[in-house]
Every structure is written in structure tokens, then in C-alpha cells.
């Protein structure tokens, strides 16, 4: 069975740092892209980062960019989240990519997502 599982949520104040970590189950995460999506409550999931298997390279919100960094080890991917705002209180997922990082972008890209996560809570106080 596919799975991705993802650690590392929970409530900070405003200005603080967490970091979330997304493990794979059947399957090798690093032959894959993978992202993070977060959906706020009553707003559409949207995309946040994204990392390719082939050389790394990475993509951004620009509603993140310069706060999160997203990172990935053979077994695990991170996203490191800096200067949180409540802004950012959300479900955070992650999620193995059946498109390049590239794509990030587009409006179909949630829909080309292979495996969810089950998501992890973040919640920043003002």
C-alpha cells in the first residue's frame, strides 16, 4: 500500500518556526516529485513547494517564498516553515506529484497528484 505520512504540526505564535517531515510507505520517495499543499478552512488546497527526484531543484508559492524551504533526504522531505504568519494556519499535505515540479503552477496540479498525505494541523497565533 501507498502511503505518505507527515509529522511535525502544531500551534506557534506568530513570527515562529516549524518544520514538517513527509515519510513514504511503498514506495521510494526520492524517484518522485513531491509537494506540499495546505487548505485553509473554507479556501481551495493550493500548492505551497514542490522538489523534483531528478536535481532537486525546488518551487515556491510566492505567498512562501523566502519563508519555507522545502528540502529531501532519500527517505523523507521536509518543509521548513520560518516566520510563520496566521495567514499560514492550515492543513498542510503532502503529496507524491504525477507531474513535473514545473507544473506547480498550473490549476491542474493538484489533480495529477498521485498519493496524499493525511495532513498535519498548522496553527499560528497572532
Known amino acids: 500500500q501507498l502511503q505518505l505520512v507527515e509529522s511535525g504540526g502544531g500551534l506557534v505564535q506568530a513570527g515562529g518556526s516549524l518544520r514538517l517531515s513527509c515519510a513514504a510507505f511503498?514506495?521510494?520517495?526520492?524517484?518522485?516529485?513531491i509537494a506540499w499543499f495546505r487548505q485553509a478552512p473554507g479556501k481551495e488546497r493550493e500548492a505551497v513547494s514542490c522538489?523534483?527526484?531528478?536535481?532537486?531543484s525546488t518551487n515556491y508559492a510566492d505567498s512562501v517564498k523566502g519563508r519555507f524551504t522545502i528540502t529531501r533526504t532519500q527517505t523523507t522531505v521536509f518543509l521548513q516553515m520560518d516566520s510563520l504568519q496566521p495567514e499560514d494556519t492550515a492543513l498542510y499535505y503532502c503529496a507524491r506529484s504525477g507531474v513535473l515540479c514545473g507544473a506547480m503552477r498550473g490549476t491542474d496540479f493538484a489533480r495529477k497528484v498521485e498519493v496524499w498525505g493525511q495532513g498535519t494541523a498548522v496553527t499560528v497565533s497572532s
Open positions: 511503498g514506495f521510494t520517495l526520492d524517484y518522485y516529485p
Open positions: 522538489i523534483s527526484a531528478s536535481d532537486g
